[in-house]
């Protein structure tokens, strides 16, 4: 419990635990594996430094939606060390490809560095910018990676919660999602996405359909969390 209030106080990255996390998995995981990759970043949160990546519990509800959809091409919104891009990357069809965006220029490289000693570089590509820098990164996203209307078939939200529903957004305008795309959330309750929220809740069998996951926060059973998992209509 006591370990809870810091988790609160210190949910932000920054302090070194992302660098001590690539260091502990490159020692500590086989090269080349990336089931044996997932582990050890799961054994570093747990044993060493909290880390905010979605964890092994609320992991295994992406997990299904990735097994549901057999999708081939998924964007993540904050690749963080690359755990989940790892897990969705484990799941995809030959062929498959998962384009992750990250903020932080230092975490991206951490990112890069975890998923080529995964050997999973080949299907995960990591562009460091946002969706919110007017327009700089959806331009890279249209021109370079040739995202076009109908091209995601899933989205994984998992960065800035103030920027889950502007993000989607944009993605909507951009018309990138088609009917039976799925978009996943993390965090929706702890720390808190709460205009997403209601926005979902607002479009309920008009654009999305969802499904409400009650969970915990990543790596521990206290603290509450919810997982949305929202099909385009």
């Known amino acids: 419990m006591l370990g809870m ?30 089931q044996d990759t997932i582990r050890a970043i799961d054994e570093f949160a747990y044993k060493k430094s909290f880390l905010i990546n979605v964890g092994d519990k609320k ?23 690359g755990y989940s891009a790892l897990r969705i990357a484990s799941m995809l069809p030959q062929g498959g490809q998962l384009y992750s965006i990250e903020f932080s220029g230092a975490n991206a490289k951490i990112a890069r560095q ?16 946002y969706l919110g820098d007017g327009g700089k990164t959806m ?22 919660k103030d920027a889950y529903l502007p993000d989607l957004q944009s993605i909507l305008n951009e ?11 993390d965090n929706v309750k702890f720390p808190g996405a709460p205009e997403y929220k209601a926005y979902m809740e607002q479009e309920e069998g ?16 206290v603290i509450a969390d919810i997982v949305l998992e929202s099909t385009f209509i």
């Not at 992991?59 to 060390?81: C, F, S």
């Not at 209307?149 to 998992?158: I, K, R, S």
């Open 175 to 185: 018309k990138w999602l088609h009917p039976g795309s799925v978009v996943v959330a």
């Open 59 to 81: 992991g295994l509800i992406l997990d299904n939606v990735i097994q549901k959809t057999h999708p081939k091409r998924v964007m993540e919104l904050g690749a963080y060390v």
């Open 5 to 34: 209030k810091k988790l609160e106080k210190d949910w932000q990255v920054g302090d070194g635990r992302e660098e001590a996390c690539a260091k502990y998995v490159l020692s500590h995981a086989k090269n080349g594996d990336i």
């Open 114 to 129: 975890i998923i080529a000693h995964a050997g999973a570089s080949d299907r995960i590509t990591v562009i460091e910018g």
């Open 139 to 160: 331009s890279v996203l249209r021109d370079q990676y040739k995202f076009s209307p109908n091209c995601l078939d899933v989205l994984f939200l998992d960065h800035a």
């Open 206 to 221: 008009k654009k999305f359909k969802t499904i409400s996951h009650d969970t915990h926060a990543e790596y521990q059973s």
